[in-house]
């Protein structure tokens, strides 16, 4: 089992709709999570971190998490074409000397005008 | 500097040489990562400083690779006698808190190698 598991899409929303995009991770001790998103040529930029079980809202962006199920997902509301990009899933895991981010493969978003 | 500053940003070299790459990561930020993003692919953890050690070198690929971390602040990834599957993108990132459970990640741009 992978460390973080993705869907990698491509996941294809219209513009105005919900996108969601969900993360599985197997490392139970971790307790920091992170969506980044990557336009193509460029490198990731953190858009979202989630330490505690539940919701966390910012902008249009939903992070939620559920620790008992090890699953993580980011909701993208009122989709934009500004929006499409590789969004990348990110949890510390457990490693010597004390914890390391390890990244999904990623799931590429197209939202269509 | 503002941010994570990598070079070369692009590296053409030929099979069987050695190649440097430098990051110079956000001042402050104690821990500072490797990882390698080949072309549509994620990225692959290669490993992390704390300070000047790294506890974690379990993502090296192979002997042919090492790192290094001087001063607690520039740090160098080594390649020898490359190959063509080491082609890829090497991003550095930089975290003001890494090594413990938090710790948000600042990329560099790359450092992009061509192994011919």
């Known amino acids: 089992q992978k460390e973080v598991e993705q869907n990698s899409g491509p996941l294809s929303v219209p513009e105005g709709a919900i996108a969601s995009l969900n993360c599985t991770y197997s490392d139970r001790v971790s307790q920091s999570f992170f969506w980044y998103r990557q336009y193509s040529g460029k490198s990731p930029e953190l858009i979202m971190s989630i330490y505690s079980n539940g919701d966390k809202e910012d902008g249009r962006f939903t992070a939620q998490l559920n620790k008992a199920s090890q699953y993580v997902s980011l909701l993208i509301r009122d989709s934009q074409p500004s929006d499409s990009a590789t969004y990348l899933c990110a949890v510390n895991i457990l490693a010597t000397g004390g914890f390391k981010t390890i990244f999904g493969a990623g799931t590429r978003l197209f939202v269509k005008a | 500097g503002a941010g994570v500053s990598q070079s070369p940003s692009n590296k053409v070299t030929e099979k069987g040489k050695d190649v440097e790459l430098r990051c110079d990561p956000i001042?402050?930020?104690?821990?500072l990562y490797w990882y390698r993003q080949s072309l549509g692919q994620g990225l692959e953890f290669l490993i992390y400083f704390q300070g000047n050690s790294a506890p974690d070198k379990s993502g090296l690929p192979s002997d042919r690779f090492s790192a290094e971390r001087t001063g607690g602040s520039v740090s160098t990834l080594t390649i020898q006698r490359t190959q063509q599957e080491d082609s890829a993108v090497y991003l550095c990132?930089?975290?003001?808190?890494?090594?413990?459970?938090?710790?948000?990640?600042?990329f560099g741009e790359g450092s992009r190698l061509t192994v011919l």
């Open positions: 001042s402050g930020h104690t821990a």
């Open positions: 990132a930089s975290s003001l808190s890494g090594g413990t459970n938090t710790g948000e990640l600042f």
